[in-house]
């Protein structure tokens, strides 16, 4: 026995003699317990990833495989795999003797070792150590290599896994870990693969193809050597036919049928997803592998997902994911020099409805794809994000009503102010610029007193500058933690400047939509949701991130900040033009950047809340002077570059939804300024930039534009 078994786990590939010196105490240690792994591997299978109507947005793996049960199977499949591989899998254990004296012979007699005579139940021990040892390239050399030692652990393991566990279960095992070609793991993949169809619907020819391919998958590939994938698979219906598993008459009719193929090219990743929703998608991943509820280190959440065997059902909404990468896509043209990105959040509830940037998916940079997701933080698969400009605003009037200012609130708001000091958490900022950093309003006819309704509506700098000073930047950026802004899109701390209330610190467009869903929810503010539900390909159902919800501001203030915010979109407001086309009520804001290299407009009604960035997709590029979808512009701001998209985009996904209103306060309308003879009335529109100092620090801006 010591002879024979050396023989079998040297793969008859070593000579008998060569002082093996196995001993029954040898091969017996270690028999007492076998590792779950090989009882119930863990295998890797496929992920796929819905939208919140069912409809698959990807399907990820790192080996696709899709576990099924021996009755998913088709038995013809079973039949086919058992008669070409181990003839006598029912009638010996884990070593087949017969089965290794006649290999010797065969070996002896052609010099060679050509035949082998490992059981399928060793084999199927070998393929789980190559499962283990997952994607390190070393640790699968080792897993494969055909050591006497590796082949004495595998036979142990075998062995008793015989007598752990019914043939049948073993062979289902083997069926759904064995590699069939073409990145196909398992029987079902394999049937899919090459079929286009389901394991348990496979023909005999069919089956028999494919249990063929085992031996060598590149050899018999069906595409690449067709002739031999056919000379293989009828050696395996001729195996069948000999174990009396199919008639004469079925193997007959599997001879003449043709291979048959229908073949369905690898698509894995984030990459191949529908309708623009690649960014989304690998937000998902990033979530399952940041999230602690996945595991309580990295390791554990990353391990979780290459496992895979999920069905992830998700927030995006298909028809509202159109409707905003339709309007990115018509309005900024892939080749243009800057881009735009867009994000819907459901106010209320944090879900993530749709996401969607100009340049797609991809890792073609001479296509201007691009995997850097423009919409999200740069932990989140993002950049580091863009200044936001006074989009920001509305987060110092919230701060100011909470703190008790009234929506009333006027000040002197002239046309240049030198930022003053200010109060902050830990002490107080000081303009120690030399000479002192100033801030503009937008045109020379921009100075007050204003009122915060009016000053909203014109998006006047220095009037946001004094509410601060009288606040503090402290409330400033408490407010902002209280509406999801906890740090820079870079995940730099924010910094308690004056030049905060003008949207000098990068954010993305997820979290202002964020933000601006809050102002929608009267003061509820939610985190970020993209996934609804996770189950197991078995149906069990996997714990998700539980969605967080908090009151940021009163009611009273979220029905002041909706009349502000509302005006912005009327009569002489930055937002005036962006009407949506059934008259619905919104509210939102416009906002240019330092240099024109950002612009925004976020708005919202009650039911959905949207950022659109338009910019350098780096950040670098100054739109002045530049061509934007064939149309030459000589300055971009958010109301004519970022509010059309917006438009456009709300226009679709609220098409046939019923009209809803925003709570409102009664805020009077100030009395308009004095004019002055010298300057032209304010109209709200820009007129040029204003000239300025340098700024004090590296945040500061020269100006900020509505």
């Known amino acids: 026995m010591s002879v024979v078994s050396g023989v079998l786990l040297a793969g008859l590939a070593l000579p008998v003699a060569g002082g093996i010196g196995l001993t029954a105490k040898d091969t017996a240690e270690g028999f007492e317990d076998v590792p779950t792994d090989f009882k119930t591997p863990p295998l890797t299978q496929a992920t796929q990833i819905f939208d919140a109507k069912g409809g698959l947005i990807a399907k990820v793996y790192e080996r696709d495989r899709t576990v099924i049960t021996a009755e998913q199977m088709s038995p013809f499949m079973r039949q086919a795999q058992v008669d070409i591989e181990d003839a006598r899998f029912y009638e010996h254990g884990a070593v087949d003797l017969k089965g290794i004296l006649r290999a010797l012979s065969k070996n002896a007699e052609s010099g060679t070792t050509s035949q082998g005579a490992s059981t399928l139940t060793q084999q199927y021990v070998k393929n789980v150590n190559v499962e283990q040892a997952g994607d390190d390239r070393d640790a699968v050399l080792e897993a494969q290599r055909k050591t006497l030692g590796r082949k004495i652990q595998e036979l142990k393991v075998a062995i008793k896994l015989e007598e752990e566990l019914p043939k049948e279960q073993i062979l289902t095992n083997y069926l759904n870990i064995t590699y069939y070609g073409n990145g196909a793991y398992g029987v079902e993949a394999a049937s899919q693969r090459y079929f286009g169809k389901s394991n348990k619907d496979l023909t005999v020819a069919e089956a028999a193809m494919l249990a063929g391919l085992v031996q060598n998958p590149s050899q018999y590939d069906p595409k690449l050597h067709p002739q031999a994938a056919q000379n293989r698979r009828d050696v395996v219906i001729g195996k069948m036919l000999e174990n009396k598993h199919i008639t004469p008459e079925q193997a007959q009719e599997a001879k003449a049928a043709p291979l048959g193929l229908n073949f369905k090219e690898p698509r894995n990743g984030c990459i191949i997803a529908q309708a623009g929703m690649g960014f989304f998608c690998d937000y998902v991943r990033h979530v399952v592998k940041q999230d602690p509820v996945f595991g309580k280190s990295a390791e554990e959440r990353k391990k979780f997902w290459n496992q ?50 100009t340049r797609p998916y991809g890792l073609l940079e001479e296509k201007n794809q691009t995997v850097v997701n423009l919409n999200v933080d740069a932990a989140m698969g993002g950049g580091n994000g863009f200044q936001p400009g006074s989009t920001f605003k509305p987060v110092v009037a919230a701060a100011a009503l909470e703190a008790g200012l009234p929506a009333t609130q006027e000040y002197s708001s002239p046309n240049k102010l030198e930022y003053p000091t200010m109060k902050t958490c830990e002490g107080t900022w000081k303009n120690d610029a030399r000479p002192k950093t100033v801030v503009p309003n937008e045109s020379a006819s921009e100075k007050g007193p204003y009122q915060l309704k009016q000053a909203m509506a014109l998006s006047v700098n220095t009037y946001f500058i004094q509410m601060e000073q009288e606040i503090g930047l402290c409330a400033v950026k408490q407010m902002a933690n209280k509406l999801g802004i906890t740090t820079k899109a870079s995940g730099k701390p924010l910094e308690e400047v004056p030049a905060m209330a003008l949207g000098v610190e990068e954010m993305s467009p997820l979290t202002m939509a964020g933000v601006y869903a809050t102002f929608a929810a009267q003061g509820t503010h939610c985190d970020p949701v993209a996934i609804n539900k996770i189950t197991t390909v078995d149906g069990k159902e996997v714990p998700v991130p539980a969605g967080h919800c908090e009151k940021a501001f009163s009611e009273s203030t979220a029905r002041a900040l909706n009349t502000v915010l509302n005006g912005v979109t009327e009569n002489n407001g930055t937002g005036a033009a962006l009407n949506l086309e059934d008259n619905r009520q919104i509210a939102g804001k416009t906002g240019t950047s330092d240099r024109k290299r950002a612009a925004w407009f976020t708005g919202y009604t009650p039911q959905l809340a949207t950022a659109v960035w338009l910019g350098g997709p780096k950040g670098g590029v100054e739109m002045r002077n530049i061509t934007i979808n064939g149309k030459y512009r000589t300055e971009v701001f958010g109301a004519d570059g970022p509010g059309p998209i917006w438009r456009d985009a709300m226009n679709q996904a609220l098409r046939g939804t019923p009209k809803q209103t925003l709570p409102m306060a009664d805020i009077p309308d100030p009395a308009p300024p004095k004019a002055d003879p010298s300057t032209t009335p304010a109209t709200g529109a820009p007129t040029g930039p204003a000239n300025t100092t340098g700024p004090a620090t590296t945040t500061q801006p020269d100006q900020q534009q509505p």
Do not use: C, F
């Open 308 to 357: 895979g065997g999920l069905n992830i059902y998700t927030t995006l909404d298909p028809d509202k994911q159109a409707a905003a990468q339709n309007a990115v896509s018509s309005n900024v043209r892939v080749t243009d020099s800057v881009s735009a990105a867009a994000t819907m959040v459901e106010p209320g509830t944090g879900k993530i409805l749709a996401m969607a940037q």
